[in-house]
């Protein structure tokens, strides 16, 4: 029954590994519950709504994840996305947050049918496997920084744009202790080191004053202030299709390159291609859809899954597992929310540890190969962006080879994709 229903393989694979890769996943992704509602809640929507809503968006698509695509990764209101629908969107562009629901449900309707046609499928297989082998490591680097930046161990510097934290003291200092602990579980390889690790660094932040308690259980906030809150008045204006292109633009590529590069760390490649693909691609756009519905911005596959992935999880029981927890998160809030950023962080540092290990997969003596692989890596992680930072290698990777005479390693979809995304900047 459970390979049939999620993917389990009980040769290859045990049931108590994914479990704990599924409850890792979600402790390292949790601060969504607490992180979105803050964003969003910024344009007017109801903080409570937008907690239900996120929550409940995140098991929907979670579920789909793991009974259709029957993949480890785990789901969720995207980073990112949620600034741009907050910031950009209604706060600089001057719309309402009915507006921004209104161009999420059409991004995921378009996401749907561009699913459905093989598009994105296409695009994921005509990337090189260098690029392939460059987004996961660019992404090890981009996970560690946000761990590092939301513990508090990296901060902002107007002279240099990052530099060192106090480090001797509150959610830094405690950062760094749950990365020693964690990483000598993880050396002495302890079972569940992750979860473990992230359990010993939230107890000892109590008397440090960083976890704070808020209580154990609560009744969820109504989704009524934000549940089908549409404004279809401005659908064939400028400003919608603007705002729907780039939510298709960023979504569409921090999902390929997420699957991609968690794909390739945690060896589920098969012949360069992710199994299941165009599955994992439509528990994306379902969720974004649905969510839309519910209340809340674009949901997108979690780098974030990379910790559960780490742990050992391989098959759908470990996004099942994550999705259920989203699920009992609902009654159990305050409990959840009482995880400080600084537990969190060791994971990330490590998972993106594990990540830099496809780098070896490049061939750094080959120019045409390797130095649009360093750009995409470089750029993920400073840009801030998965999607810029594929995009530039691309778009690198095809000049360079054609400057070079090796028009035989380029296809036409990689011609018709520079071309695409060069405009993206210029226009």
Known sequence: MLQKLFGFNPKSMQLKTEILAGLTTFLTMSYILAVNPSILSVTGMDKGAVFTATAVASFIATLIMSTWAKLPFALAPGMGLNAFFAFTVCLSMGNTW???LTAVLIEGILFILLTLSNLREAILNAIPNSLKSAIGAGIGLFIAFIGLQNAGVITNNDATLVTLGNITSGSPLLALIGLAITSVLLIKKVKGSMLW??????????????????????????????????DFSEVFTTKMAFTVFTLLFIDMFDTIGTLVGVSNKAGMMENGKIPHVKEAFMADAIGTTVGAMLGTNTVSTYVESASGIAQGGRSGITSFVTALCFAVALLFAPLFLSIPSAATCPILVLVGLFMMSPIKEIDLDDYTESVPAFICIIIIPMAYSISDGIVLGLISYVLTNLLCGKFKKISITMYILAVLFTLKYLV
Do not use: D
Not at 199 to 224: D, F
């Open 98 to 100: 009915e507006f921004a």
């Open 197 to 230: 690790g992230i359990l010993a660094t939230m107890l000892i932040g109590i008397p440090m004053g960083i976890t704070e308690y808020n209580g154990i259980i609560s009744v969820p906030p109504s989704l009524a202030p934000v549940f089908f809150k549409f």
